[in-house]
Nanobody, 118 residues
Framework: VQLQASGGGLVQAGGSLRLSCAAS????????MGWYRQAPGKERELVAA???????NYVGSVKGRFTISRDNAKNTIYLQMNMLKPEDTAVHYC?????????????WGQGTLVTVSS
C-alpha cells in the first residue's frame, strides 16, 4: 500500500487547513486509517483515526477543532483542521494498518508539514 499525503502549509493561528491522504495498492476494505503528527523534539503522536465503518477517535487536544473523514470509494482520508494553534505545528503523517491479517501490515505516508504562526 502506498500513501500520498497533501494539504500542509503555513497558516496563521485561528486558520484552517485540510489534509488529504490517498491510498493505492492492495488495500483491504476493513482497514482503519489515521493521522499522526510529530513536532520538533517530540515523539510521533496519534491525532485522529477512523475505521472503515466511519468510527472516529481523536487525541484530546484536537477534539472539537479537527475532523477526520474518509471516502472509501476514493481510498482517501481527510483531516479538516480548524482553529489551528501554534502548538499544532508538526509534520503530519497518514497511516494505514490492517486489523485481521497476520502479521499486521502498516504503511506510512511521506509526511506533510503544517506550520501555524502566532
Amino acid at each position: 500500500v502506498q500513501l500520498q499525503a497533501s494539504g500542509g502549509g503555513l497558516v496563521q493561528a485561528g486558520g484552517s487547513l485540510r489534509l488529504s491522504c490517498a491510498a493505492s495498492g492492495n488495500i483491504l476494505s476493513d482497514s482503519p486509517m489515521g493521522w499522526y503528527r510529530q513536532a520538533p523534539g517530540k515523539e510521533r503522536e496519534l491525532v485522529a483515526a477512523i475505521t472503515a465503518a466511519g468510527r472516529t477517535n481523536y487525541v484530546g487536544s484536537v477534539k472539537g477543532r479537527f475532523t477526520i473523514s474518509r471516502d472509501n470509494a476514493k481510498n482517501t482520508i481527510y483531516l479538516q483542521m480548524n482553529m489551528l494553534k501554534p502548538e499544532d505545528t508538526a509534520v503530519h503523517y497518514c497511516k494505514y494498518w490492517t486489523i485481521a491479517a497476520a502479521p499486521q501490515y502498516i504503511a506510512w505516508g511521506q509526511g506533510t508539514l503544517v506550520t501555524v504562526s502566532s
